[in-house]
């Protein structure tokens, strides 16, 4: 038995072209045969109603699915409208973006500029604050240095203020003793004179050499000084080589030697003239008047006394003040005549350190 091969139907007719219910060409459509048991043949009308059961099923599933496919496109449509308009926003947002993007990549850049230039400068500051600190760690050491200096200072100052005090009193004390050493000399007719490169006297100057480093001789010093000195041996002459060139000379010959002296002038009463001789202040025995005009001498130099000088050696160190021993004297000394031709007494002494 032989069927369409499209819609199953028997082909009775062997010889004809084309299918009796679907009209399918059988030349051109392959014709299936089989051999399985005969089936029992469907009338005619139940397939036609039952292919336009079909049909109409067809239909209404189209119409449905149509429905239902122009929902859904009309959904999608509004969706894509929807997400076009998004997606349009989207496109305007990421404009705005891309342009704020561009404005931060700009303030971006400007931004890494001036960090780089603030790390510059941060590490320009860093140096610096190293160097301040260093200079810092130094002023700190100095300070410190200074400080203990300070306090060294200080302390000396106290020490120093305290001594300066000390030596105020004392001079306070020692200014008092000279005012009354003064006035003492004042009283027994002697004046003191500072030291100075000349001195004038009987209208004359004399200058002498003063050193600052000589000092008092012993007693015997003295003795052995006046007797190497040759200064009584030269002529006497009262206009070129008078007592004070003989004062003179012996002050720059002892002060040569580094002995201390003075010179002395005197004034006689009753007498127009007066004399010069030299002072030495013994570590010893003190004050000792020497006279070297024509030959040397020791003398007692006392105002309200009579002038007397002896040769040394015949005057020991302890009589040299003893005026008991001076006015016992009744011959071998030396004196001054005065204007009546007796022994002159001295009316002052003018000392010359």
Same mark, same amino acid.
């Given at each position: 038995m032989?069927y369409c091969?499209?819609?199953?139907?028997?082909?009775?007719?062997?010889s004809?072209?084309?299918c009796?219910r679907?009209?399918?060409?059988?030349?051109?459509?392959?014709?299936?045969?089989?051999?399985?048991?005969p089936?029992?043949?469907?009338?005619r009308?139940?397939?036609?109603?039952?292919?336009?059961a079909?049909?109409?099923?067809?239909?209404?599933?189209?119409?449905v699915?149509?429905?239902?496919?122009t929902?859904?496109l #009309?959904?999608? =449509?509004?969706? *894509?409208?929807? @997400?076009?308009?998004? /997606?349009?926003? !989207?496109? +305007?947002? %990421?404009? $705005?973006n891309?342009?704020?993007?561009?404005?931060?990549?700009?303030?971006?850049?400007?931004?890494?500029?001036?960090?780089?230039?603030?790390q510059?400068?941060?590490s320009?500051?860093?140096?610096?604050l190293?160097?301040?600190?260093t200079?810092?760690?130094n002023?700190?050491?100095?300070l #410190?240095?200074? =400080?203990?200096? *300070?306090?060294? @200072?200080?302390?000396? /100052?106290?020490? !120093?203020? +305290?001594l %300066?005090? $000390?030596t105020?009193?004392?001079?306070?004390?020692s200014m008092?003793?000279?005012?009354d050493y003064k006035k003492?000399m004042l009283?027994l007719?002697?004046?003191?004179?500072?030291?100075?490169?000349?001195?004038t006297?009987?209208?004359?100057?004399?200058?002498?050499?003063?050193?600052?480093?000589?000092?008092n001789?012993t007693w015997?010093?003295?003795m052995?000084?006046?007797?190497?000195?040759?200064?009584?041996?030269?002529?006497y002459?009262?206009?070129s080589?008078?007592?004070?060139?003989?004062?003179?000379?012996?002050?720059?010959?002892?002060e040569?030697?580094n002995?201390?002296t003075?010179?002395?002038?005197?004034?006689?009463?009753?007498s127009?003239?007066?004399h010069?001789?030299?002072?030495?202040?013994?570590?010893d025995?003190?004050?000792?008047?020497v006279?070297?005009?024509?030959?040397?001498?020791?003398?007692?130099?006392?105002?309200?006394k009579?002038?007397?000088?002896?040769?040394?050696?015949?005057?020991?160190?302890?009589?040299?003040?003893?005026d008991t021993?001076?006015?016992?004297l009744?011959?071998?000394?030396?004196?001054?005549?005065?204007?009546?031709?007796?022994?002159?007494?001295?009316?002052?002494?003018?000392?010359?350190?």
């Open positions: 032989s091969s499209k819609c199953g139907a028997e082909i009775i007719d062997k004809s072209l084309y009796q679907c009209g399918a060409n059988l030349k051109s459509e392959r014709t299936v045969i089989k051999h399985e048991a089936l029992v043949r469907p009338k009308n139940i397939n036609i109603k039952l292919v336009i079909v049909l109409g099923f067809a239909l209404v599933v189209s119409a699915w149509g429905i239902i496919t929902f859904r #009309s959904v999608i =449509q509004t969706t *894509l409208q929807q @997400t076009q308009i998004t /997606l349009s926003q !989207t496109q +305007s947002e %990421l404009a $705005d891309k342009q704020q993007l561009t404005g931060a990549q700009a303030e971006l850049s400007l931004t890494e500029k001036n960090l780089t230039q603030t510059s400068i941060l320009q500051t860093q140096t610096q190293t160097s301040a600190q200079e810092l760690n002023t700190k050491t100095q #410190s240095s200074t =400080q203990s200096q *300070l306090s060294s @200072t200080t302390s000396e /100052l106290t020490s !120093t203020t +305290s %300066l005090s $000390d105020q009193s004392q001079l306070a004390s008092q003793q000279l005012s003492t009283a007719g002697i004046t003191i004179h500072s030291s100075t490169t000349s001195w006297f009987n209208g004359l100057t004399w200058t002498h050499n003063d050193n600052s480093q000589a000092v001789p015997n010093q003295l052995t000084f006046i007797a190497q000195d040759k200064t009584d041996q030269y002529p002459n009262i206009n080589f008078n007592c004070v060139n003989y004062s003179t000379t012996v002050y720059n010959n002892a040569t030697l002995i201390e003075a010179m002395v002038t005197l004034n006689l009463r009753n127009t003239a007066g010069a001789v030299n002072a030495f202040i013994t570590s025995y003190g004050l000792v008047y006279d070297c005009t024509g030959n040397d001498a020791i003398a007692r130099v006392e105002t309200g009579v002038y007397r000088a002896v040769v040394p050696g015949t005057v020991q160190p302890g009589q040299v003040r003893n021993w001076w006015d016992a009744t011959g071998n000394y030396y004196y001054l005549s005065n204007n009546y031709g007796g022994q002159a007494v001295v009316g002052s002494i003018d000392i010359w350190w």
